[in-house]
């Protein structure tokens, strides 16, 4: 079954990067989109972006066009968000989520990430 | 980007009640590319309901969804404890895709 794996909690320094993984199993990686949402303790669903593992095309919501970079290393079936120069507006929930097939909702979603941005 | 708003905020309701939730779209959007989704506290999103009125694999008979262009309604037939979460709307429509405002459902 498609699993989408996520680490629990993130502590990141302001102004430090930070790299978020999702690994992915059940499913052929390089087949499907792997999107990012973001949520903020207590608020709604902000959808970040995408990326293809095929070829790393990637679809990003502009208001984290300096925010977010996504990768992927497909030898591991791995995808990964970088977030540059965290700020408190950072701190959030980032779930990994992959579409129903080529359709454009998500079937599936990792547990998410609690990023928590404190010096 | 499409807006997608919901009401009401939050609401309470009674075992047994129907409920019916709302998601205004800022412009037109085809109901092949409106989703619904149930979120738990601590717990990520799940799929409720595909393309507007389609129930996702699990999910009890007592959900349903409509609407079409601008407007559109999640209704649960018959409240039971277990439907006690936050609920959003969803469109695939067009970049960037974007989720509603959300509602909190309570039980009185």
């Known amino acids: 079954q498609v699993q989408l794996q996520q680490p629990g909690a993130e502590l990141v320094r302001p102004g430090a990067s930070v790299r978020l993984s999702c690994k992915a199993s059940?499913?052929?990686?390089?087949?499907?989109?792997m999107n990012w949402v973001k949520q903020r303790p207590g608020q709604g669903l902000e959808w970040i972006g995408m990326?293809?593992?095929?070829?790393?095309?990637?679809r990003l919501n502009q208001k984290f066009k300096d925010k977010a970079t996504l990768t992927v290393d497909k030898s591991s079936s791995t995808a990964y968000m970088q977030l540059s120069s965290p700020t408190s507006e950072d701190s959030a929930v980032y779930f990994c989520s992959r579409h129903y097939y080529d359709y454009d909702w998500f079937a599936y979603w990792g547990q998410g990430t609690l990023v928590t941005v404190s010096a | 980007e499409i807006v997608l708003i919901q009401s009401p905020a939050t609401m309470a309701a009674s075992p047994g009640e129907k409920i019916t939730i709302t998601c205004s779209a800022s412009?037109?959007?085809?109901?092949?590319?409106l989703h619904w989704y149930q979120q738990k506290p601590g717990f990520s999103p799940k799929l409720l309901i595909y393309?507007?009125?389609n129930l996702a694999s699990g999910v009890p008979a007592r959900f349903s969804g409509s609407g079409s262009g601008t407007s559109y309604s999640l209704t649960i037939g018959t409240m039971e404890a277990e439907d006690v979460a936050t609920y959003y709307c969803q469109q695939g429509s067009s970049i960037p895709f974007t989720f509603g405002s959300g509602t909190k459902l309570e039980i009185k």
């Open positions: 059940g499913y052929s990686f390089t087949t499907y989109w």
């Open positions: 393309r507007t009125s």
């Open positions: 412009s037109s959007i085809s109901s092949n590319y």
């Open positions: 990326i293809h593992p095929s070829d790393s095309e990637t």
